[in-house]
C-alpha cells in the first residue's frame, strides 16, 4: 500500500503547526495566569476559555483547514499580545519596605551623591531596623570593584552583587532587585511575565552582603576585579545613570533579559564592548569563570583558589554589624 506524499506532508505540516500554538498557548495561558486582574476562580475560568479556544483552532486545524485553523489562532494570539504589550510598569505600587525607595545620584564633576542608599539593620528576613540615607562619594578616590555571588541552593544559580571601595575606607553596593509589592513571593516563572518591576539598590554591604549569609543562610563569596581606573570609574556611573533612568522610565524584571547579571553586562558592554555572550551570564553561578576567562579576576591564582579564598559566609556571620564589616569579610582575598 502506497502513502500519497501529499497526504505525509499535510500531516507533517499539521503536526509541526499544532506543537507551535500548543507551544504559544502555554505561554499565553501562563501570562493570563499571571496578569489578568481577576482574583484567582475568576482567573482560572479566564485560562479554561483560552484553553477551550485553543483546541477549537487545533480541531479546525486537523479536521477542516490547516490555514483556517492557523488563522483563527494567529487572530486570537494577536488579540493576546495587545492585551500583553500594554501591560506598562509603574513606580506607583505599594511596595515592600525593603524595596519602598529606588536610589538615585547627581554628579557634579568627581563629587556623587547617592540618595536612598539603604542601611537596615536586619533581625530576619521579616524584622528590620529601616535606614534610608544619603551619602557622598568622591570618584577621584575610587580604588577597587569587588563581584560577589551569593548561592541560596543550586551552584548554578547565584544572585550578583557589585562593590565599589574608595581609599578613604567607604563601600558602597549595588544590587539589582525586583522590586516586590506587598504581599508578593519571588518566583523564577513569574519574573517572565512582568510579574515584578526593576530597581537598581546602592546600600551599605552589611545590608546588601550581610543579609545574605548572616540571615537568610546562604553561601556567599567576594572576587577582587581587576580593572583599570578609567572603566571602573565609568561602571559606577553607569550604575547612577541607570538608577536614575529607572526612576523616569520604569522597567519589567525578567528572569532571563532583564536581571542581576545581564544589566551589567549591558553597562560593560556599552563601556568597552566586545564582551562574548556566554550561557554563564544566565547560569550566575559560574560567572566568575566568565569573568577569569577574560582576565578579570586577580592574577597569579587559579578558580578554586579565589573561590575558597573569596568565601566570606563565616566572616560576614562574624563580623555581623561590626564597623569594620567591609574589612573583616575580605580578610585573604587575593587582590585585597
Not at 137 to 158: E, F, P
Request: charged share 20%; net charge negative.
Amino acid at each position: 500500500m502506497s502513502i500519497n506524499p501529499r497526504s505525509m506532508l499535510t500531516i507533517s505540516l499539521q503536526v509541526v503547526l499544532s506543537l507551535l500554538i500548543l507551544f504559544a498557548s502555554t505561554w499565553a495561558g501562563l501570562a493570563l495566569y499571571y496578569q489578568l486582574p481577576l482574583d484567582m476562580p475568576w482567573r482560572v475560568v479566564g485560562i479554561l476559555l483560552w484553553a477551550g479556544l485553543c483546541l477549537f483552532t487545533l480541531v479546525r486545524l486537523w479536521r477542516r483547514s490547516i490555514w483556517q485553523g492557523l488563522l483563527i489562532y494567529l487572530v486570537l494570539h494577536g488579540a493576546l499580545l495587545v492585551w500583553w504589550n500594554n501591560l506598562i510598569p509603574s513606580n506607583n505600587h505599594q511596595w515592600e519596605e525593603d524595596v519602598a525607595q529606588m536610589t538615585s545620584g547627581s554628579i557634579e564633576g568627581d563629587q556623587v551623591t547617592l540618595f536612598n542608599v539603604r542601611n537596615f539593620d536586619w533581625h530576619s528576613e521579616t524584622e528590620y531596623t529601616p535606614r534610608w540615607e544619603t551619602r557622598e562619594y568622591d570618584l577621584s578616590k575610587l580604588t577597587s570593584v569587588d563581584m560577589l555571588t551569593s548561592h541560596w541552593g543550586m551552584d548554578a544559580i547565584a544572585h550578583v552583587l557589585v562593590s565599589f571601595g574608595f581609599d578613604d575606607g567607604q563601600f558602597v553596593t549595588f544590587s539589582v532587585e525586583i522590586r516586590k509589592k506587598k504581599g508578593q513571593q519571588f518566583s523564577e516563572t513569574a519574573g517572565f511575565f512582568k510579574q515584578y518591576e526593576l530597581s537598581i539598590l546602592a546600600t551599605d554591604e552589611r545590608d546588601a552582603i550581610g543579609v545574605r549569609p548572616n540571615v537568610r543562610g546562604e553561601d556567599t563569596f567576594l572576587y577582587r576585579i581587576d580593572m583599570p581606573a578609567d572603566i571602573r570609574k565609568k561602571l559606577f556611573l553607569s550604575y547612577i545613570e541607570q538608577a536614575n533612568q529607572l526612576i523616569e522610565q520604569p522597567r519589567f524584571y525578567n528572569t532571563v533579559t532583564a536581571n542581576c547579571t545581564t544589566l551589567v553586562f549591558g553597562m560593560m558592554q556599552h563601556i568597552s564592548g566586545g564582551l562574548p555572550l556566554d550561557a554563564r551570564l544566565l547560569l550566575t553561578g559560574y560567572l566568575p569563570s566568565y569573568v577569569q576567562e577574560l582576565n578579570g579576576l586577580t592574577d597569579g591564582f587559579d578558580l578554586a583558589q579565589l573561590r575558597s579564598a573569596g568565601r566570606i559566609t563565616e566572616r560576614s556571620k562574624q563580623a555581623g554589624q561590626s564597623s569594620n564589616y567591609s574589612k573583616i569579610i575580605r580578610q585573604g582575598v587575593p587582590g585585597w
